[in-house]
C-alpha cells in the first residue's frame, strides 16, 4: 500500500537546511547594500528595504524558502526604482539611452533596468580655486595669481550631456582665461585695477562655461605675487614718490609761512607794543619747562623792549650832536708841549646813559 504521509527529516538535515537560508538571505542582502550605494539611497527607501529585508528574512526562517525569495526581489525593486531629491539636486534620467526626463526635489519612481539615474547635478553655488604661476605680463613681468571662481549649474541637462566632466573643465578654463588676461595686462593695471581685471575674468569664463549649462556669479583675484627683486625696485619708487611729495607740501607750507610773516610783519610795524607782547608770549613759551636756562643776546632783549631802544636812540642821537656842537678850549700849553687843563682841572661830567 503506498504511503502518503511526509517523510520526516532528520535533525541534520534541518540544520543544514537553516544554515543554507541564512547564506542566501546574507547574499542576498550584501548584494542590495552594494547597489543601494550606486543608486543614491535616500533614508525612506533604505527604511522601506529594510523592513522588506526583515520580512523575507522571517518568512524563510519559517520554511517558506520561495516567498522570502520574492520578498527579497521586491526590496531590490523598491531600492532601484523609488528615489527622493533634495531641494539643490537634479537627476538626469536616461531611458535605454535616451533623455528621459529631469528629477527636481522630492519622491519619484523610475522604472527598473530600463531607465538609469547618469548624473546627480548640485544646483547650489559652489567654488573653485585656480592660479597661475609664472604667467608673464604685457611688460614681461612674470607673476603668480591665485584666484576663485564662484559657479552654479544652470541646466543640469546640458551639464550632465554636453560635456563629461564639468568641474574639471571650470579649473582648466578658469586657468586658461587667468592667463590670457595676464597676457593682457600691465602690472600696473594689474595690481591697481583688480576690480576689473575680476570682471573681465567673469566675462571671459561665463562665456566659454554657458555652452555646458554653467553660470559665474563672481571672479575674485585674492594675491598677485611678485618678484622678490621687482618688489624691491617697486618699495624704493614709492618710497621716492612720496619723499617727493612730501618735499613738495613742504616748499608749499613754507611760501605760505612766509606770506604769514609778512603780513605779521607788517602789522607789527604799524603796532610796536604787539610786538612787545608777542615777544613775551615767546619768552613765556619757552621758559615755562621747569630747569630750562636760556642765553639771549642783548640785541634781542633791546628788540623785544621797541620803545626803550626807540628813546635810547634818540637821546643817543642829541648827545652826539650837542658833543660836536660845543667849542673846544685848547688852553695854554706847559712847557712839556701838553696843554694845561681847563679851570680847576675838574673832568667834565658825562652824558647819562638811559638805563633799559
Given amino acids: 500500500m503506498l504511503s502518503l504521509t511526509r517523510p520526516k527529516r532528520?535533525?541534520?538535515?534541518?540544520?543544514?537546511?537553516?544554515?543554507?537560508?541564512f547564506l542566501l538571505g546574507r547574499a542576498l542582502y550584501l548584494g542590495l547594500q552594494r547597489r543601494s550605494r550606486s543608486i543614491y539611497m535616500n533614508p525612506i527607501t533604505t527604511f522601506l528595504v529594510?523592513?522588506?529585508?526583515?520580512?523575507?528574512?522571517?518568512?524563510?526562517?519559517?520554511g517558506e524558502v520561495y516567498l522570502g525569495v520574492a520578498v527579497f526581489v521586491l526590496a531590490a525593486l523598491v531600492a532601484s526604482s523609488l528615489k527622493m531629491a533634495n531641494v539643490w539636486q537634479k537627476f538626469v534620467i536616461l531611458r535605454m539611452g535616451k533623455l528621459?526626463?529631469?528629477?527636481g526635489a522630492g519622491l519619484f519612481v523610475i522604472v527598473p533596468v530600463l531607465d538609469t539615474v547618469v548624473a546627480v547635478i548640485d544646483g547650489r553655488i559652489q567654488t573653485t580655486a585656480f592660479n597661475a604661476e609664472q604667467a608673464l605680463t604685457r611688460d614681461t613681468v612674470p607673476v603668480n595669481v591665485d584666484a576663485i571662481i564662484f559657479w552654479h549649474v544652470q541646466d543640469a541637462e546640458k551639464a550632465a550631456l554636453a560635456i563629461t566632466n564639468y568641474r574639471e573643465a571650470i579649473d582648466r578654463v578658469a586657468q586658461t582665461s587667468l592667463r590670457e588676461m595676464i597676457g593682457s595686462?600691465?602690472?600696473?593695471?594689474?595690481?591697481?585695477?583688480?576690480?576689473?581685471?575680476?570682471?573681465?575674468?567673469?566675462?571671459?569664463?561665463?562665456?566659454?562655461?554657458?555652452?555646458?549649462?554653467?553660470?559665474?556669479?563672481?571672479?575674485?583675484?585674492?594675491?598677485?605675487?611678485?618678484?622678490?627683486?621687482?618688489?624691491d625696485a617697486?618699495?624704493?619708487?614709492?618710497?621716492?614718490?612720496?619723499?617727493?611729495?612730501?618735499?613738495?607740501?613742504?616748499?608749499?607750507?613754507?611760501?605760505?609761512?612766509?606770506g604769514q610773516f609778512v603780513e605779521a610783519a607788517a602789522i607789527y610795524a604799524g603796532h610796536p607794543w604787539a610786538l612787545q607782547l608777542r615777544a613775551m608770549n615767546i619768552i613765556y613759551e619757552t621758559t615755562k619747562e621747569r630747569g630750562a636756562t636760556i642765553l639771549m643776546p642783548t640785541s634781542?632783549?633791546?628788540?623785544?623792549?621797541?620803545?626803550?631802544?626807540?628813546?635810547?636812540?634818540?637821546?643817543?642821537?642829541?648827545?652826539?650832536?650837542?658833543?660836536?656842537?660845543?667849542?673846544?678850549?685848547?688852553?695854554?700849553?706847559?712847557?712839556?708841549?701838553?696843554?694845561?687843563?681847563?679851570?680847576?682841572?675838574?673832568?667834565?661830567?658825562q652824558q647819562p646813559q638811559p638805563v633799559l
Avoid at 10 to 21: D, N, Q, T, V
Avoid at 234 to 258: D, F, N, P, T, Y
Avoid at 326 to 337: A, D, E
Wanted: no cysteine; glycine share 8%; proline share 5%.
Fill in 234 to 258: 617697486m618699495s624704493r619708487q614709492a618710497q621716492a614718490e612720496r619723499e617727493k611729495q612730501a618735499r613738495v607740501i613742504l616748499g608749499s607750507a613754507e611760501a605760505a609761512i612766509a
Fill in 300 to 349: 634781542m632783549v633791546d628788540s623785544l623792549n621797541p620803545s626803550a631802544a626807540t628813546l635810547a636812540f634818540a637821546l643817543a642821537g642829541n648827545g652826539t650832536q650837542l658833543e660836536s656842537s660845543r667849542p673846544v678850549n685848547v688852553g695854554t700849553p706847559r712847557s712839556n708841549g701838553v696843554p694845561a687843563p681847563q679851570g680847576n682841572g675838574a673832568r667834565e661830567p
Fill in 185 to 231: 595686462s600691465m602690472l600696473a593695471a594689474l595690481l591697481s585695477d583688480r576690480k576689473d581685471a575680476d570682471e573681465q575674468l567673469k566675462i571671459e569664463i561665463g562665456q566659454k562655461t554657458a555652452p555646458w549649462g554653467i553660470a559665474v556669479s563672481s571672479v575674485e583675484i585674492r594675491d598677485v605675487a611678485i618678484p622678490e627683486a621687482l618688489q
Fill in 50 to 62: 529594510f523592513v522588506l529585508v526583515v520580512g523575507a528574512f522571517a518568512v524563510g526562517y519559517r
Fill in 10 to 21: 532528520s535533525a541534520r538535515s534541518l540544520g543544514s537546511l537553516a544554515h543554507g537560508k
Fill in 100 to 103: 528621459q526626463s529631469v528629477k
